[in-house]
């Protein structure tokens, strides 16, 4: 599966953004797909994860309340609404996708296939 991430870009503390992956060559329904992040000089980290059914979410806890994953299986899309945005959320977004969790869903190395990846800053 290919995926491609969208909707990042420049935004004030306290705005909103809607991140995007479109899923192509294959159906993501079939996935289970997480969203994770890279801030300059940092590891990449989790920030949320979904089950195939949109049933089951797992949240990085700084996200906690702000953040909300989804998927629209009918669209072969995931998305990211991000609330409340503050300056070290800044970072490169990639949404990946992985056949089984395995247990390994706030894990990288857990997921298959990888977005390029979408920049979001926020400015203070």
């Known amino acids: 599966v290919q995926l491609q991430a969208s909707g990042g870009g420049l935004v004030q503390a306290g705005g909103s953004l809607r991140l995007s992956c479109a899923g192509s060559?294959?159906?993501?329904?079939?996935?289970?797909m997480g969203w994770f992040r890279q801030a300059p000089g940092k590891e990449r980290e989790f920030v949320a994860a979904i089950n195939r059914s949109g049933v089951t979410t797992y949240y990085e806890d700084s996200v906690k309340g702000r953040f909300t994953i989804s998927r629209d299986n009918t669209k072969n899309t995931v998305s990211l609404q991000m609330n409340s945005l503050k300056p070290e959320d800044t970072a490169v977004y990639y949404c990946?996708?992985?056949?089984?969790?395995?247990?390994?869903?706030?894990?990288?190395?857990?997921?298959?296939?990888w977005g390029q990846g979408t920049e979001v800053t926020v400015s203070s």
């Open positions: 060559g294959s159906t993501l329904s079939t996935y289970y």
């Open positions: 990946a996708a992985a056949s089984a969790w395995r247990g390994l869903q706030r894990i990288a190395r857990g997921y298959d296939y």
